[in-house]
């Protein structure tokens, strides 16, 4: 007795006939046939009536029958068990982020799927990011304009533009813009060196001729959007990151394309850790792999 020479005859008994169970098992119904003919020949036992083109249980074929339904029954279940076993991920996920704002949804959906997971989210630039994935202190990254790399895996999460950031009446009443000239007449605000945000900045100023000097350089987004609260000058970044914040207002800046493109980063060589599979499962569906 064979697994599949049972699983035909399931089919066919479940089915009520040989091409209704090939269509069901994707096979064809000579090779159904078959199987249960050996099934019926090893144990020299008539387990179906086969008049013209219908099928009908023998006394035999209905006891058999009734195994095979708690069989099959017993066998999904086991199914149904390791999946939950196989989902059931614990430890711990530890996230570092140039922005969360990106991964919230994310995050929430995660934990939903998988309470039993510690999640830490720690924030960085992007040469931060990368170093600890690559020292093995986080699993998961999410940075901006990265350019693909052997050792990483890339989800995209969107792109958005890079605009100014000042506090509520910094700007004159009607001044809802800026030109990228405009910059120089007003005091900067930079974060630290490793910022993508402020590298794409000073290549666009390079590239216009037009340096861009900060006047203040703070290290972390929190801490420049809260000296750009101050009223101290205007601040930069991307327009997804913007967030909720009464005291700032986004500004764009005319006549520049400049956008920052997110990524969430794992390494490759650690693609098959539990936590790390789930969390792109989370992301599965709003997102899309380089």
């Known amino acids: 007795m064979r697994y599949t020479q049972l ?10 006939g040989f091409s209704r ?4 098992l994707n096979q064809t119904q ?3 046939s078959d199987q249960v003919r050996r099934l019926e020949q090893a144990h020299d036992t008539l387990l179906f009536l086969r008049e013209r083109r219908q099928v009908r249980l023998t006394a035999a074929g209905e006891d058999l029958f009734r195994l095979t339904r708690e069989f099959f029954d017993v066998e999904e279940r086991i199914g149904d068990f390791l999946e939950h076993s196989r989902s ?6 530890r996230i570092v982020a140039d922005s969360a704002l990106h991964i ?13 997971v510690f999640v830490s989210i720690h924030t960085g630039n992007t040469a931060e990011v990368l170093q600890r994935l690559r020292d093995y202190e986080a699993e998961i990254g999410v940075v901006g304009n990265i350019d693909p790399a052997p050792d990483l895996d890339l989800v995209d999460l969107g792109r958005s533009p890079i605009v100014a950031l000042v506090r509520k009446g910094y700007l004159p009443e009607g001044k809802a813009a800026l030109g990228f000239n405009d910059l120089q007449s007003h005091p900067l605000i930079f974060r ?3 910022s993508r945000t402020r590298a794409n900045l000073e290549d666009e100023a390079r590239r216009r001729k037009l340096p861009l000097a900060p006047a203040i350089e703070v290290e972390g987004r ?5 000296v750009v609260a101050s009223g101290a000058g205007i601040g930069f970044v991307s327009e997804a990151e913007f967030g909720h914040d009464d005291r700032l207002v986004s500004v764009p800046i ?14 490759k060589a650690r693609r098959d850790v539990p936590v790390i599979r789930a969390f792109q499962k989370s992301i599965a569906g709003v997102a899309q792999p380089f």
């Open 30 to 32: 000579p090779s159904v």
């Open 222 to 226: 929190e801490a420049m959007r809260e």
């Open 192 to 194: 630290e060196q490793g």
């Open 104 to 116: 919230t949804a994310a995050v929430g959906r995660f934990r939903a799927a998988h309470p039993k």
């Open 7 to 16: 699983r035909a005859f399931h089919h066919v008994a479940l089915h009520e």
């Open 21 to 24: 169970a090939a269509e069901a």
């Open 254 to 267: 005319e006549g520049m394309s400049l956008a920052m493109s997110e990524a969430l980063v794992s390494l």
């Open 88 to 93: 059931a991920i614990t430890g711990k996920l």
